[in-house]
């Protein structure tokens, strides 16, 4: 049977979320919150968050960092993506990464390749392409985009059976290939030119087919290293600080949660729709049947959320806990 949701009728502070905790401690196997928890901020803006409103990670342990940002793919956006690769390079380190996707329109007797890709890594260049097209035609389609941007990449074999090589023996890397069985759809290679050049080649091989231009900084690890913690965090202020130009921006965060109260810091991160999710306990229902309280924060403050599917220990809950519970009957209803 599916597990109803049922979330608190108002808000609580977060002294009450950790008095709730424990009040739930009596529940047939209890498990409570784990401090160390992971979890995950998505954030959809029209503007980049402020300096000051990056004050509510002060002391946070960050995990992954994404920052992504598009705009229309006309001269203004490839100059501001030639800034931000200038500027903002050198926050590149062991587990950063920043690059810049041109998503092209596929037309017949076009270029035919979905993306044109410049990607900053480890201090190495890299410049690649993606096509969805059939495999016979992959080969073709490739060639024309190395030859065209001037790359030291050859493209061997014939129809889908082919591959790719480096004249330098430089790094390259592609999916698929002889080996597998299947015509790469994407491939990446090193590159000795200035992030700034291989912009200016690809915009001027892409030409008025070019749709799209897509900004991402990240730094993607574990959150376990000091050093890639602090990478991830300088990422952020400097993307933040910079404020390269886009339609919209998307950022999302992992972090790690060692307690409720840390919620309350994080919540003045949350706009409009956005939302963090923590739980607060495990149990079981008397049947056995797992069950679950967990926190919903956005803009306006933490909702208790109870997952069951005994609607009759719903109601024991709420009166243990001392919070009224409504029935969602969609649970992905707005939360506050």
Same mark, same amino acid.
């Given at each position: 049977?599916?597990?109803?949701?049922?979330?608190?009728?108002?808000?609580?502070?977060?002294?009450?979320?950790?008095?709730?905790?424990?009040?739930?401690?009596?529940?047939?196997?209890?498990?409570?919150?784990?401090?160390?928890?992971?979890?995950?901020?998505?954030?959809?803006?029209?503007?980049?968050?402020?300096?000051?409103?990056?004050?509510?990670?002060?002391?946070?342990?960050?995990?992954?960092?994404?920052?992504?940002?598009?705009?229309?793919?006309?001269?203004?956006?490839?100059?501001?993506?030639?800034?931000?690769?200038?500027?903002?390079?050198?926050?590149?380190?062991?587990?950063?990464?920043?690059?810049?996707?041109?998503?092209?329109?596929?037309?017949?007797?076009?270029?035919?390749?979905?993306?044109?890709?410049?990607?900053?890594?480890?201090?190495?260049?890299?410049?690649?392409?993606?096509?969805?097209?059939?495999?016979?035609?992959?080969?073709?389609?490739?060639?024309?985009?190395?030859?065209?941007?001037?790359?030291?990449?050859?493209?061997?074999?014939?129809?889908?059976?082919?591959?790719?090589?480096?004249?330098?023996?430089?790094?390259?890397?592609?999916?698929?290939?002889?080996?597998? +069985?299947?015509? #790469?759809?994407?491939?990446?290679?090193?590159?000795?030119?200035?992030?700034?050049?291989?912009?200016?080649?690809?915009?001027?091989?892409?030409?008025?087919?070019?749709?799209?231009?897509?900004?991402?900084?990240?730094?993607?690890?574990?959150?376990?290293? #000091?050093?890639?913690?602090?990478?991830?965090?300088?990422?952020?202020?400097?993307?933040?600080?910079?404020?390269?130009?886009?339609?919209?921006?998307?950022?999302?965060?992992?972090?790690?949660?060692?307690?409720?109260?840390?919620?309350?810091?994080?919540?003045?991160?949350?706009?409009?729709?956005?939302?963090?999710?923590? #739980?607060?306990? +495990?149990?079981?229902?008397?049947?056995?049947?797992?069950?679950?309280?967990?926190?919903?924060? +956005?803009?306006?403050?933490?909702?208790?959320?109870?997952?069951?599917?005994?609607?009759?220990?719903?109601?024991?809950?709420?009166?243990?806990?001392?919070?009224?519970?409504?029935?969602?009957?969609?649970?992905?209803?707005?939360?506050?």
């Amino acid at each position: 049977m599916p597990h109803d949701l049922y979330r608190s009728a108002e808000a609580l502070d977060v002294a009450r979320l950790e008095a709730v905790s424990e009040a739930a401690e009596v529940l047939p196997e209890f498990r409570g919150f784990e401090p160390g928890h992971r979890l995950r901020l998505a954030l959809l803006r029209e503007k980049l968050p402020t300096a000051n409103d990056l004050r509510a990670l002060d002391g946070a342990r960050l995990g992954s960092v994404v920052i992504e940002g598009g705009l229309e793919a006309d001269d203004r956006a490839f100059k501001e993506m030639q800034r931000l690769f200038s500027e903002a390079g050198g926050i590149v380190g062991d587990v950063g990464m920043l690059a810049v996707v041109a998503e092209l329109f596929v037309e017949e007797g076009g270029l035919d390749a979905d993306e044109l890709q410049v990607v900053l890594r480890r201090g190495d260049l890299m410049v690649g392409g993606f096509s969805s097209e059939p495999p016979a035609r992959r080969r073709e389609i490739f060639k024309r985009v190395v030859d065209g941007l001037g790359l030291p990449v050859d493209v061997v074999g014939v129809g889908a059976e082919f591959s790719f090589t480096h004249r330098h023996g430089q790094l390259l890397r592609s999916t698929g290939g002889p080996g597998d +069985g299947k015509a #790469p759809e994407s491939w990446q290679a090193h590159v000795r030119m200035s992030p700034v050049d291989a912009l200016a080649r690809v915009k001027a091989l892409a030409g008025d087919s070019a749709d799209e231009l897509t900004w991402r900084a990240q730094c993607i690890q574990d959150g376990r290293s #000091p050093l890639a913690m602090e990478e991830g965090r300088e990422i952020l202020s400097t993307i933040v600080e910079l404020a390269p130009a886009a339609d919209a921006y998307r950022i999302e965060i992992q972090l790690a949660l060692d307690a409720l109260t840390d919620l309350e810091a994080l919540r003045h991160l949350c706009r409009g729709e956005d939302r963090l999710t923590a #739980p607060v306990a +495990g149990f079981c229902d008397p049947a056995g049947n797992p069950a679950a309280l967990e926190v919903w924060t +956005g803009q306006a403050g933490h909702r208790l959320v109870l997952s069951t599917e005994d609607r009759a220990f719903a109601q024991e809950v709420s009166e243990l806990l001392g919070v009224k519970f409504l029935r969602l009957v969609q649970p992905d209803l707005p939360t506050v």
